[in-house]
């Protein structure tokens, strides 16, 4: 009887101890949450206060009763917003097409097709890796200016093209392909081109879409260079615009307006992100970094 | 073969045109660069070569507050984030109701602008004369003095700066230790307390053994982001970070090259390769305690 007693008692103790852990866990998760989750929601709310109620408010307020879209009118007109999205929207488009030509046409040569000097390459490219960007972009910066690319276009594309990671990343998938795959289409008369295309894109589609998300990401987020390569407005990217609308901003200290600018220039990734979060976080787990 | 060959090249001829424009060739001209000594951009002639440039940088009272700023954000930051990091995704990988959520917002910071969020930070962290701010509200409610953390004391920049680095790193680090923590064998675990091992056990003998390779991964490419910092400072503190106190090592480098004081690709390229040399000497110092200390 008493030994009955003493085994309920130690699992209801073993109980308790596992419910305070899971809401322990719970509430630093949810702390974290918050902390992440927070500024979304002060950029959000400062940018629906009308100018005169945000600077009215010594204590900022955590809500609004008059929301209202002035600021994001006031946003896209005191400054060239619209012509920045256009400009990144160019810029990300061109930069990860030419990227996904080169990178198709290079992880190809490494995967399948057999020439000297392959593995020699292939370890030069590896060691490419390490190089970080820092150290070229001096160079860049001054072979660009020679060419007489600064402000336009090519300038801001050029240099921003390559990624040998993602390379690496597509041949890896590629070399799972099974090779009778590409015996049997030689035998039909196949060129290369009609096989890469036709067979090893669409069987490599997850990939090819994991290094396209990752590089818009990367492009539409990129301040260093276009901010060294552009001084004039008509060419600035959304990074250099926002921080044009920090430096000079409205006129006056329009924070509303300024927020609303943040809130447009953060929405497209955050819609593309809540689509594809799950292939974002895989390619990103498969060894991409933030530098 | 023949043939063969010249269509294997043919196909890799675009990627070895960009990157020996864009990466080859300046890695060897950033090195000539650093040694030519009073290079002139516009007429294009040197005085002569030698290691004027990298003493000038390294006597510049900028450049070396650039550094111990550096040094201060990555000694903060890389313990900081990664042991939060560790916390959490233990945290995550205990539960089950919410965790595709919770792991969905945490990745949301990866995804974002960092010029533009870290417009949202300052203005948490700004006192100005209309308002003292979003965080020194929450310091008055607990009985605290408002702090300006943008203009203001040298430690509350260097908190914002650091807080700031720490969010934005946050994503990457916990979607790989969840991942490494996810795939620990559970057979391990069972036979754990099969044993009767205790909880705190069980994390340090087996979960922490076996997921040391990525943390220590974690660690090396923290140190070489944080060493990296540049464009998080000139969301919070502007582009004029010599003016704030709070510029680093990259941010020396792009003053250098651009700017307001900007025109001195040779003492750009010194500094850039001081930064590497740290780098890579931290990595290796990093990798060679990395392949004492892993033991499963």
Known sequence: ?291 | MKQSNLKAWLYLLPAILFLGVFMVYPLIDVFIYSFEEGYNSASQTVFGVGWYNYSYVLHDPYFLRAVKNTLILVVITVPLSTGIALLISVGLNSIKPLKELYQTVFFLPYVTNTLAVGLVFMILFKKTAYTDGMVNLLINWFGGESVDFIDGPYWAKMFVMCFYTIWVVMPFKILILTSALASVDETYYNAARVDGTGKWRIFTRITLPMISPMIFYLVITGFIGAFKAYSDEVALFGTNLNAAGMNTIVGYVYDMLYGDSGGYPSYASAAALILFAIVLTITCVNLLVTRKGIRY
């Open chain 1, 1 to 291: 009887m008493e030994k009955r007693t003493d085994f309920e008692s130690i699992e209801r103790s073993a109980r308790i101890r596992r419910r305070t852990l899971k809401t322990v866990t719970y509430v630093l998760l949810t702390v974290w949450g918050l902390i992440v989750l927070f500024p979304f929601y002060w950029m959000l709310l400062s940018s629906v206060k009308s100018y005169s109620a945000y600077n009215g408010e010594y204590i900022p307020k955590f809500f609004t009763l008059a929301p209202t879209l002035e600021n994001y009118r006031e946003a896209f007109t005191a400054v060239p917003l619209a012509r920045y999205f256009l400009n990144t929207l160019i810029f990300t488009v061109c930069t990860t097409a030419v990227m996904l030509a080169v990178t198709v046409l290079a992880a190809f040569a490494f995967s399948r097709l057999s020439f000297r000097g392959k593995n020699a390459a292939f370890a030069i490219f590896l060691s490419l890796m390490m190089i970080p960007a820092e150290l070229v972009i001096i160079t860049n910066f001054v072979t660009i200016t020679d060419w007489h690319l600064r402000n336009t276009f090519w300038g801001l594309i050029l240099p921003s093209v390559t990624s040998v990671f993602y390379i690496y990343l597509l041949k890896e998938n590629f070399e799972q392909i099974p090779d009778e795959l590409y015996k049997a289409a030689k035998v039909d008369g196949t060129s290369d081109m009609k096989y890469l295309l036709k067979v090893m894109i669409p069987i490599c589609r997850p990939t090819v879409i994991t290094i396209t998300i990752l590089k818009v990401i990367e492009c539409w987020n990129s301040y260093v260079w276009p901010r060294l390569i552009t001084d004039d407005a008509n060419y600035f990217l959304v990074s250099n615009g926002i921080q044009t609308i920090r430096e000079s901003g409205f006129g006056r200290e329009n924070i509303p307006a300024m927020m609303a600018a943040v809130v447009a220039v953060s929405v497209p990734l955050i819609v593309l992100f809540l689509i594809f979060h799950k292939k974002i976080m895989d390619g990103v787990s498969r060894g991409g970094t933030k530098g």
